[in-house]
């Protein structure tokens, strides 16, 4: 029965949400410390609605449609190898799809980083030593090495959770970081962009409130390979497809690593 539903349904179209803004993308302060992390004006968030009811198990389905459909190819923004903004405007031929984990509705999941000798009373991250990597820290120690006596105070399934993955972009940013001395700025903003991407839902018997969106992780690829979100793999090049059921909103975040803005225009 289940085959013959699926022959059913519909594919999933899509139309640009042109004038919808994102608040960490219009929040200055926020903008300040993109070009201090290499990131700014290679950071974007957009917007588009679809026309079908969505639901988790057709995920697949709803990211291949995504890059087949006309509006999208005309309007999804990627930054070419030359660091200047174009538009997808190409044949897929293949998409990777990875489901993320977003059930956080509070910032406890980032608690023990403050219990284990990673920040000072202060908030600001302790330095360390790192065979590789000068002025090295241990809050980059915990996101990074998997060896280090941290290492395990976040579990497996908490670093997988969108939350945290927008905290660890953050704070690894792009080719040219400054890295903070405080940690309050990578929760914060990891927080604001959480606030934009997720919606959440409260039960009107339990008054539980849960999260409702679902986040996609996808790359795609054209008959010469890889080619979104880069054609270059690297794990601060990302895109996340954000994924509002109810409103019938899907909110793209994408970056590609590299040497960011530092004129602020």
Known sequence: ??????????????????????????????SR???KWSMLGRITTQA??????????????????????????????????????TLLGRDITHVNVEVVPCTKVSVDIFDPIYSNGILRPSGHIVKCYHEVIPDFDELRMLLLEEDSDNYHIISPSDRQEFLFRLFKHMVLGGELCQYEDVIDPYTETAKMMYKDLVSVQKDPHTKEISVVTTILKVSAHDHGGLCYPSATDNEQTFAYLCIDPFKRHVYVLYHSFGIGDFSGN
């Not at 022959?7 to 929040?27: C, G, M, P, V």
């Not at 709803?62 to 309007?75: E, H, I, R, S």
């Open 1 to 30: 029965m289940a085959e013959e539903k699926l022959s059913f349904e519909q594919a999933f179209t899509f139309n640009q949400l042109s004038t919808k803004k994102f608040t960490f993308q219009q929040d200055p302060k926020t």
């Open 33 to 35: 410390l993109l070009m």
């Open 48 to 85: 588009f609605n679809f026309d079908q009811s969505f639901q988790p198990y057709r995920s697949n389905d709803f990211a291949w449609n995504f890059f087949q459909d006309p509006c999208v190819k005309n309007n999804l923004k990627v930054l070419d190898s030359s660091g200047s903004w």
